[in-house]
T-cell receptor, first 109, second 113 residues
Framework: GIQVEQSPPDLILQEGANSTLRCNFS?????LQWFHQNPWGQLINLFY???GTKQNGRLSATTVATERYSLLYISSSQTTDSGVYFC???????????FGAGTILRVKS | DAMVIQNPRYQVTQFGKPVTLSCSQT?????MYWYQQKSSQAPKLLFH???????NEADTPDNFQSRRPNTSFCFLDIRSPGLGDAAMYLC????????????FGPGTRLTVT
């Protein structure tokens, strides 16, 4: 099955710093989602991005499907950005997201 | 606002006592999913409904069942919860077809005593 690797596994930032999270996947995918899981456990949709670049405020994402990776950029980080960030490519065959192990982000004030 | 709702948010059950978790949606989506997420792990798909068609993941234990009486509601039944079933249970929905965006509810955190 498809393998999804996220890096780094853990990241500590000072408030105001920028960061890049990476997601590599081993096979062709139909689509890809990025999620933020908040401290209460809810998965918040950040991006739905099969290819190209999208921006939403301080966050942006880029997926290069032909090279099998996606990047999530967080600029001017805030303490509320803390949590776990999951990348989840959508398997080409089947109605199924495959989650990476996540990146745990801690933003310190 | 259209959304995915899960009840209850927190559930405590006893070892071996059946429990039912509920999910409803106002998005009118064809597909509803149940995921299990244990501490410090990624969500794991248990099964999903595409309209009335039930699709079980190969490694989902028989102890987990699901019902979808109509488009809006889907239930997760755990017939005999064990201590290892303590987890966050997440419901999600999407439109039909391949690759549509999934939207998640807030989750139900299950404790087994």
């Amino acid at each position: 099955g498809i393998q999804v690797e996220q890096s780094p596994p853990d990241l500590i930032l000072q408030e105001g710093a920028n960061s890049t999270l990476r997601c590599n996947f081993s096979d062709s995918v139909n689509n890809l989602q990025w999620f933020h899981q908040n401290p209460w456990g809810q998965l918040i949709n950040l991006f739905y991005i099969p290819s190209g670049t999208k921006q939403n405020g301080r966050l942006s994402a880029t997926t290069v499907a032909t090279e099998r990776y996606s990047l999530l950029y967080i600029s001017s980080s805030q303490t509320t950005d803390s949590g776990v960030y999951f990348c989840a490519p959508y398997m080409e065959y089947g109605n199924k997201l495959v989650f990476g192990a996540g990146t745990i982000l801690r933003v310190k004030s | 606002d259209a959304m995915v709702i899960q009840n209850p948010r927190y559930q405590v059950t006893q070892f071996g006592k059946p429990v039912t978790l509920s999910c409803s949606q106002t998005l009118n989506h064809n597909v509803m999913y149940w995921y299990q997420q244990k501490s410090s792990q990624a969500p794991k798909l248990l099964f999903h409904y595409y309209d009335k068609d039930f699709n079980n993941e190969a490694d989902t234990p028989d102890n987990f069942q699901s019902r979808r009486p109509n488009t809006s509601f889907c239930f997760l039944d755990i017939r005999s919860p064990g201590l290892g079933d303590a987890a966050m249970y997440l419901c999600a929905t999407s439109r039909g077809g391949r690759g549509y965006e999934q939207y998640f509810g807030p989750g139900t955190r299950l404790t087994v005593t």
